[in-house]
């Protein structure tokens, strides 16, 4: 059973994380993680304490942002035909 905070975390992520082109190194994952910080506050939780339940925060938004373009790219990829090519094994 998931814990409060994680529950909260997880629950922001599916509201608010949209990949949109994200890129390894894009300062979206700590303006993400700030956000979220923030609206927990108004739940009365702190980042430390949701940091104690899910690691930490701009980590977190960062795998959140990588799954979110995976996810995206392949349901593109679907949409339009493409398939993955194998490369040949030397």
């Not at 894009?26 to 690691?55: I, P």
Request: proline share 2%.
């Amino acid at each position: 059973m998931q814990s409060k905070e994680e529950h909260f975390v997880e629950k922001w992520i599916a509201n608010n994380v949209k990949p949109e082109g994200y890129e390894e190194g894009d300062d979206r994952a700590s303006r993400y993680a700030e956000a979220c910080a923030k609206d927990a506050e108004s739940e009365g939780l702190s980042r430390s304490q949701l940091e104690a339940e899910v690691g930490d925060l701009t980590d977190r938004m960062e795998r959140a942002l990588e799954t979110e373009t995976e996810q995206t790219m392949m349901e593109e990829d679907e949409r339009s035909g493409a398939r993955s090519v194998e490369m040949p094994k030397d």
